[in-house]
């Protein structure tokens, strides 16, 4: 089985199949398709005992405006999850095939979404007003999708190790 680890925001992630990544970011940029698409770094359908399909975002830091950055993260959220859906639903053509093998099915629809952002320096103690503010930003989304409350989620770097999201910092 093929693996791969993506280098980002100073996280090696990974190593995942490569049948189960989809580098939405990568491919539009190289693609040079998607110029005013906000883009996560990369869709991942986490094959446990309860899969899902996970959104994962990665930042080194948060800003002092932090209004105005969650809100650039929404969109990316948002602008992925629907070019994902458009794709799993046949409705994108040009971009089909991009797509890898285990999110292409269409039962994928009906998991659980979690919606990620990783931000490795973070400090544990500050953590959960961090998810608050960004669980806040998403409420809409949250409904209209219906993502459970507990699927969005800012993850530090030994938070995103449980998670098995990261294996080192670079």
Sequence with gaps: MNKISISESGV????????????????????????GINKVEFV??????????LFVEAKS???????????EIKLKMVHSLSLWFSLVSGRHSLL????????KSLSNLKLPIKLILVIPTIPD????Q?????????????????IDYSHILVLNESRAKKYKLIGQVC
Excluded: M
Excluded at 125 to 128: I, P, S, T, W
Excluded at 130 to 146: A, G
């Design 12 to 35: 090696l992630f990974g190593e995942f199949a490569l049948e189960n990544i989809f580098q939405i970011e990568k491919l539009l940029t190289d693609l040079n398709y998607g110029d």
């Design 130 to 146: 961090i998810n608050q503010k960004f669980r806040k930003s998403l409420e809409v989304e949250r409904k209209i999708w219906d």
């Design 44 to 53: 991942l359908k986490q094959e446990s005992i309860k899969p899902a399909i």
């Design 61 to 71: 830091s948060i800003p002092r405006e932090s209004d105005i950055f969650f809100e």
């Design 96 to 103: 089909q095939s991009s797509l890898v093998k285990n999110l």
């Design 125 to 128: 103690q500050v953590l959960e």
